[in-house]
Structures are given as C-alpha cells and as structure tokens.
C-alpha cells in the first residue's frame, strides 16, 4: 500500500528530474522554441505565474471553481516564513485568482496546529465555504482538515493522519482517506467517524447520488457501500490492462468509473523511463468492474492525476510526460468515447517547458480546461493556465531579455510586461507591438529575431511559436591597475618600476592615454614617466619612477672666488705697482703679509662653504625619505570615460 508520504515522495523525485531546468528556464527564458506543435486547434492562456515567496509556489493539486469564475487552490510550498516552515520553501497557501488572474492569498500556512504542506486541492460547499487538507504539521506530524468561510477565517476541523483530497455531499459532510482508513467528518458537529480502517486508499474519493464511495489502491479500485461494505470492483495486474494507481475515479451518471494507470499499458510504448511496461493509461470501469483500456496512442506518458469528463463522453487528462524521455514535455489529452486519443497541447513553449503536470484539470460551465503546473513560468515556481479546447490556434510569444544590463518591455495587445511576464499566446495574425526601455544604467542595443534595430518592434505573429530577444546592455567600460614597485623601497638616486594594466568591462576595446603624477611634491621630489603612453585591453605599460642622489659642493666656486678677488686683488695691484702703505719698507713688508694672509683666511672660508661647511647650505642629500603616491591616470579616447589606479614608493 503507497502511503501519502510515499505518493509525495514520487512526485518529489520526479519534481528533482525537472526543477533544475525548469528553474534555468524561468529565468533565462529559454532562447529557443520546442519543434512539438498542437495536433488541433485550441486556445491556450497563461492565468496566472507564480513567484515564490509570500504568493506561494509549486501547486501540485487542481482547482476548484466558483459560479462568478474564480478559481481556487493551494500550492505546496511559499507563504510565510515562520513557525516550522523551511526558512526559503515555507509551508504552502490557500489562493484565490479572479478571472482575470489577480491572486489573493486566503491563508498561509505556519507549520503549527494549523499543519503545513497542502498536497491536495479544495471542495467549496454552495455557502462559499472552503475545505481542504494539508499532509502534516509541525507539532504531531499528523496532517489537518481545515475550512475557510467567505470570510476569511481558517478554522482547524481535525487533526489525524496524513489526509488525502476530499469529497462532499449536499449536507456539506466531507469524505475523506488518510493512512488509517476512510472517514466521514461533520463540519458543523466536528464529528469525526472512521468508515472503513482496511480499505487501504490514500487518495481522493468519489461519491455517487445514493452515497456509495469509491476509491483506489496502488492497485484495485473499490467501493465502500453505505452499510460500510468494501467491495474490491477491479485488480490491475501491472501489465496491458496497467498499473501503479496514484488517482482516484470519476463517475458518469450510468455509474462508470473513469481513472489513470500511471504504468502499463501498451507495450509497444518506450515510456518515459525508457522501458518496455507502457506508458500508463486510462481506463473505464462498468459498475461491476470490467474493463477497458484507453492506451495512448497520439503522446503522453506517466499520468499521475485524475480525469474529467464533459456531457457528450470526452475524457481530459494530463500526463506528466509526453516521451520517450524522462525529462520530456507534459501534455494536455483528449479522450472520445471510444477511446480515441487527441494531443491537445504540449507544454513545450518557452518557461512553460518541463513545466511539471502532476495536477488534474476542471472544466468550467463554457467547456474550458483550466489546470496546474508545478513549476515553470517565469520564476520556475508553476502556473495557472486555461485552455479551450475548441477555441482558435493560438501560439507562444515570447520576450527573451539579453545582454548584461536589464530593462523592461511592454506590448501591445497587453500580455507581454517583460520581465514581470515575458510570455504570451498570440492568434496568427496579431499586430504586435513592443517597447524596450532600458534601466539605470543599462543601454538598449536593440531587437533581434523578427524584429531589428533599436526603435519599437512591430511585428505580425505567425501560425508557430515566436521568440524576440530584447538586448540590454550595461555600457563598455575600463579599470586600471597598477602593481607594487619593484623594488618598493629606494635610496634617494635610485629608481624603481611598476606594472600598469587596464581591465576591459562590457566589451570596452579602445586605446587608453595613460598619465601619471607624484604626491607629495617637495624640492627634489621623485619623477615618474610611463610607458608605452597609450594601452589598450591586452596590453601593458611600464611605470618608472626615478628619485635625485645627494649633491656633493665640490666645483662651487663662482661666489667665493670672486669676493677672494674682489678683495684680494686691489692688494696685489699694490704690491705689483709699489705703492706704499706704511711709511718705511718694513712697514710695507709688515702689511703685505698681513694682507696675504687675511686673503688666505677669507679664501679658505670661501671653500670651506663651497665644499658643504655649516657656513654655505649649497650642498643636499638628493630626494627626501618618505613615501610618495604614485598615481596613474587613464582617459579614453571620448574623453568621457576616465579612471585612475594608485601605488606607493617609499624612500628611505
């Protein structure tokens, strides 16, 4: 007997063959389109795309719907974080989407009393009363019964088990499966009875107008009369006649039972698994068991949901893949009373690609189709879509961001609001409209595909999936560097030299002029030249600085030498000439030589200063120590873009 948690569980593995992708695809858009295309016409709306989060993400059930045309449903994960909620999947959301797609969230689940994880989908008594399940808690671990009135309210109806889907009858008393039998619980009392603890399904019920039951196994289908007799009505043996049950029945009002083998089958089928035991099918059951076997034959592959079906006989169902592949495309199917299979859509369009069809559908009072994914859409967190099966052809448009800026792109007729919503369908023939705008700081570059250039996009769609790539970029741009000196420390009158590199960002490929300059400035300051002048992405260029040595005073003579003869060579002319100074030849011999030797001593302090005495500053030590900023400049060819890069020297 397959448990909830283990039917959760296959659905999980299967979840884990898509995400990946799907999520890569929900983000990227998936720049190329499917070659699978519809085998009749239909017209196909996007509802509604899920973005994680508060809104809620990955509905694995199917809907239900009111009279004014909302639908409503849950999703497995999202919602508030908090209480024992996973801090990024959270615990799952009740929603609502009115007919144009609008979503309110009616309730979010907290993982405490009020459980956590509604694997299943609601019923709606004629008050406009809500019900559901969800498959645990975080307390006992047992999954609840709840109820949301009109409202708003959320009220606890029980605690017990890992309850499946519901059924209601006309006094509004719920039917329901768990892993410990079949029960029947009064909303209104809270009384909770346990019909049958041994029939072993886990999945919804059916109900028909006497009040008979009718249920599932992984491998019977039963019925479980008013009396509270279980009657075993079919066993699958797993071979043509299928197998693995993971849904419950229908019923048509002569009291035929219709469902879905997810295995088994014809075995001419590869299947998705790539084996040989079928690809599942669906099946009829006359009120006493027999059987018969509606293979498919047009596409698709592994149905894990249940079916509907319409007045004139047509049985709609999903399969989760279409093959012969595992990781192949869903698919949306028609079955006519006698079993003849029509391929209706395959979920092979943009970020609806390995979308994941693991809900059933509903039809509405018009005769439209509306369903689930579990992920695709642009966040990859699933969809609501609609589908008329009788409606005109319409295909895929898709706004495909490129470039490494961001923008947005409108259209007209509305449908396209990229990034928020970059898929559409269009009938053939639709005038299209689009208008890139770029954001801060990125440019547009322009369309590609069936549009050019970098005005609006006008286009008229085709009979086939489209797919406009709207480029944004952010502008070309460079960044310089400049590595340490070698060696980084220099004596005044050495030199040193570093390594200038310029980084191209977004495709910059111009010549940079390079300049550079030293701070601070003293006398002597060091000197810095660069070359190669101008770079360009690829290339390099040499930084040199150069500092100044000491100065030795040698050589200095001009000052000192001309007051030694300004004073020195009067007195010589004196001598020279014989003219006197003193009065008698001794006195003349006596002034001379003091004359000659003040010339000696002032001549003497004259070399001393030139030669660096304290008496003369003349002389230095070259570059003062101290460490200097290098900074390099580099401007573009525009003049518009510029950038610098700094690096230190230290002279000691």
């Known amino acids: 007997m397959t448990s909830i948690v283990q039917r959760f569980c296959v659905i999980s593995r299967l979840r884990q063959q898509a995400v990946s992708a799907a999520l890569v695809l929900a983000v990227i858009l998936l720049p190329a389109v499917a070659a699978i295309q519809r085998a009749q016409a239909q017209t196909f709306t996007l509802l509604h795309e899920f973005a994680g989060g508060a809104e809620g993400a990955n509905p694995v059930a199917g809907l239900v719907q009111d009279g004014a045309g909302n639908l409503y449903g849950t999703t497995s994960a999202g919602g508030v974080i908090g209480g024992t909620c996973k801090i990024v999947a959270g615990c799952g959301v009740v929603f609502k989407l009115d007919p144009a797609g609008t979503e309110r969230v009616l309730y979010s689940f907290t993982g405490l009393a009020d459980g956590a994880d509604p694997l299943a989908g609601l019923v709606l008594d004629a008050a406009g009363n809500l019900y559901g399940t969800t498959s645990g808690d975080g307390i006992s671990g047992s999954g609840t019964v709840f109820k949301i009135d009109p409202a708003g309210v959320f009220t606890v109806l029980h605690s017990h088990g890992s309850p499946a889907g519901l059924a209601i009858d006309g006094a509004n008393n719920l039917y329901g499966t768990t892993s410990e039998g079949i029960f029947k619980l009064d909303p209104v009392t809270d009384t909770f009875t346990v019909l049958d603890s041994n029939a072993g399904s886990e999945t919804t019920l059916a109900r028909d107008a006497m009040g008979n039951l009718y249920g599932t ?259 070309a741009d460079f960044s310089l560097s400049a590595s340490a000196f070698t060696p980084g420390v220099v004596s005044p009158g050495g030199s040193s030299a570093s390594t200038v590199s310029l980084a191209p960002t977004n495709g910059f490929s111009g010549n940079v002029a390079l300049t550079c300059a030293v701070t601070p400035s003293p006398a002597l300051t060091p000197t810095c030249s660069i070359s190669p002048s101008s770079i360009a992405p690829g290339t390099s260029a040499t930084l040199t600085v150069s500092t100044t040595g000491p100065t030795p005073a040698v050589g200095s003579f001009s000052a000192g030498s001309g007051l030694f003869y300004a004073l020195c060579l009067p007195l010589i002319g004196l001598v020279a000439t014989r003219v006197g100074i003193g009065g008698d030849r001794e006195g003349r011999k006596g002034n001379l030589k003091a004359t000659a030797l003040a010339c000696m001593l002032f001549a003497g302090l004259v070399f001393q200063a030139a030669c660096g005495g304290s008496s003369n500053p003349g002389g230095g030590g070259g570059t003062p120590k101290g460490t200097y900023a290098i900074t390099v400049a580099g401007t573009d060819a525009s003049g518009s873009l510029k950038h610098g890069a700094t690096t230190m020297l230290q002279v000691r």
């Open 217 to 475: 196994t992984s491998g019977t289908v039963f019925k479980l009369d008013t009396t509270g007799m279980v009657t075993v009505l079919h066993t699958f043996t797993g071979g043509v006649d299928g197998g693995a049950l993971k849904a419950g029945v229908i019923l048509d009002p002569a009291g035929n039972l219709y469902g879905t083998a997810s295995s088994g089958g014809a075995l001419n089928c590869l299947g998705g698994q790539n084996n040989k035991v079928g690809c599942g099918l669906a099946y009829e059951l006359s009120p006493v068991g027999m059987e018969t076997e509606f293979n498919f034959t047009a596409g698709g592959d592994f149905p894990v949901a249940g079916l509907v079906r319409d007045t004139a006989g047509n049985l709609y169902g999903t399969t989760e893949f279409t093959g012969p592949r595992a990781d192949s495309i869903g698919l949306v199917f028609k079955m006519d009373a006698n079993g003849a299979e029509t391929a209706l859509f395959h979920f092979a369009d943009g970020s609806l690609a390995r979308a994941g069809l693991v809900a059933g559908l509903i039809l509405d009072s018009a005769g439209n189709l509306c369903g689930t994914t579990e992920f695709g859409g642009f966040f990859g967190a699933g969809t609501v879509f609609k589908l008329e099966p009788t409606g005109p052809a319409n295909f895929a448009f898709t706004v495909a961001p490129a470039g490494n800026g961001s923008g947005t792109v409108t259209g007209k007729p509305p449908g396209i609001d990229c990034p928020s919503s970059c898929m559409t369908f269009f009938t053939p023939g639709t005038a299209v409209t689009l208008t890139a705008a770029a954001a801060a700081g990125s440019t547009f570059a322009g369309w590609s595909g069936p549009c050019s250039g970098t005005g609006v996009c006008n286009l008229t769609t085709t009979n086939s999936a489209e797919v406009v790539f709207a480029t944004f970029n952010l502008p």
